[in-house]
């Protein structure tokens, strides 16, 4: 790669294929200059472009801070990288930060990114990819959904569906630090193996081969205190199913219901029998307290408390393929696209 | 009616018909003789029966309280009625008793009804009907499900399902006076010109002649933030559409869904990307605050701040048909059946 070429991903069909645009002809390759900064602006070079389902969503418009992405303009999302030029006060050249930018090598931008929130500081003494995982929206997203809506008490049962990805992997290891019996919920026994062995989980529940819902009433006698949902779907109406009197539902994802709608919840009414709530969260009502999750979950992630999974492709070339994949649950715990070495402090 | 004749309404096919038995052949009638009572009980005189979609529930057996009714056994519900005799050191004849219980001209009861619960006194100066709508389960759900989830703040939007119903009609009149702007959702043209009529609602749809997702679109242009449901399905797929950011759903109840599952909620997502949440509450957990709410809920019926509407079926023959007559939406209000005179104090 010349460093005067800008690699992008740009946004080529937003109405193929399917409801969110999800083919791999949605990314068109496209060269550049590297971008000149203005007087405010900073030039980051990208280490790592982050996949998220949302990432998807977001091409067709999303609520709130996520305007539909014109076709023809970079796709965006979470990048982690380096301030290399800075014409702002507060970066540096060095200064590792994130944000929702373009999927590009180089990007101009101001303190704020595409959403409209501040570029976050990734904290020293951390890779850049946790910046995007354990201390970035992932990891934020278990941290509020659990801690916020969770109520988790010693001695709960906690369900986490998704459990081998990026939040759910954090939300289970962070219930099971809070004293309760912790069930995954991932896809194939590799999966299911990292769940109850490095991460600690006390049980996992393979969906592609077991029976979810008899496993979930198995392993739940007295039922699910927390159910913890990435998923949405047939796995969502199952924990309605086996929820216990009093219990918490957080809603953070539904990727089973992103690319097509399914046959939709029909075990609604447990709330009421059972006194139940069913919860979500938006990430950026989080703003403010941003600061405390990263702090909260840099300790653990450094004293070893959580452990972090990655799952990075190599290449600036492997984004599609990567971002497609997570639909297919083919990534275990974050899944990342290394574009490029870090270029360090 | 002779007095030595005790009129029951027995289940009489409970596997009949559709999941949950309700056809006119699930009611026998039959005639036994009135109880004796022994050491600790009453003899209660029934005389309104109340119509709850979840009686029929119950033949089949219901989360907690209610194990399921065996065939020939009395059909059970909740019933105002009058002491007339007393072996039991607090009750006297001329109280005014509600509970749940045989579906009967006389029961004879200790205080605990048949789900366990104390039976409940009529406050003196009501009519024994409001001890079943207002005063009782409907107005209680009411007043518990708007005031413990609903959090009404003055100038918010809240919609009511159902609302021409025995809970919805309190739960809009008690929003509205929590200052809300109170839009009620109901079947047919008479039914929304009470609600925008007599009990004071600003607006209503008719689900039977208009669309009621671009209804509420059009009546809520700020989104919904407080949806209070007790119709489930569509309805509530439609409102998860329509909620404002924050907004809370309270799950009451779920007649839509009650006799055929339907199609599933498609829109749960909307609860994380509008940082809405779902809440369920049982009625029996509310025990030690009946009282609280049935003082509160009698000074604004005795002041007229809130109206009751009863939909009374004379006669104890009326029973099946009045039953079966609220799946189809019949009634408007209280669906009750009036079986006998008050004997009075």
């Known amino acids: 790669m010349k460093n005067d070429v800008n690699r992008q991903w740009v946004v080529a069909d937003a109405a193929g294929g399917n409801g969110l645009g999800l083919t791999r002809d949605q990314f068109e390759y496209r060269e550049t200059a590297v971008p000149e900064i203005g007087d405010g602006e900073m030039l980051v070079r990208s280490v790592y472009f982050s996949c998220d389902p949302m990432n ?102 906690v369900v986490v569906s998704g459990a081998a990805g990026a939040i759910g992997s954090v939300a289970g290891q962070l219930a099971r630090l809070s004293g309760a019996r912790v069930i995954g919920i991932a896809g194939g026994p590799r999966k299911c193996a990292l769940l109850t062995g490095d991460l600690g989980f006390d049980a996992a529940i393979d969906y592609k081969a077991e029976d979810v819902p008899s496993r979930m009433a198995a392993l739940c006698p007295d039922g699910i205190d927390v159910f913890f949902d990435n998923v949405g779907g047939a796995i969502l ?65 450094k004293s070893g408390k959580i452990k972090e999974v990655l799952d990075v492709a190599d290449g600036f070339d492997a984004y599609p393929d990567a971002a497609l994949g997570q639909f297919e649950g083919r990534n275990t715990g974050k899944q990342l696209v290394r574009i490029a070495d870090d270029p360090g402090r």
Request: aromatic share 10%.
């Open 56 to 157: 998807h969503a977001w091409v067709k418009g999303l609520e709130e801070r996520f305007k539909a992405i014109p076709i023809g303009d970079p796709m965006c999302g979470g990048v982690a990288g380096r301030v290399v030029k800075s014409r702002h006060p507060d970066f540096r050249p060095g200064d590792a930060v994130t944000g929702f930018m373009e999927f590009a090598d180089y990007v101009a931008t101001g303190p704020m990114d595409r959403t409209g929130t501040a570029l976050q500081r990734i904290p020293d003494g951390f890779d850049l990819a946790s910046g995007l995982a354990t201390l970035g929206m992932n990891g934020l997203c278990a941290y509020f959904g659990m801690g916020d809506f969770g109520h988790v008490k010693p001695g709960d049962t």
């Open 237 to 301: 109406d199952a924990a309605l199913a086996n929820m216990a009197h009093g219990g918490r539902i957080v809603i953070c994802g539904g990727i089973a219901t992103y690319n097509s709608p399914g046959p939709g919840l029909q075990n609604h009414m447990a709330l009421a029998m059972r006194a139940c709530t069913m919860s979500g969260f938006f990430f950026f009502d989080y703003i403010a307290r941003f600061g405390e999750g990263v702090k909260r979950l840099g300790t653990l992630l």
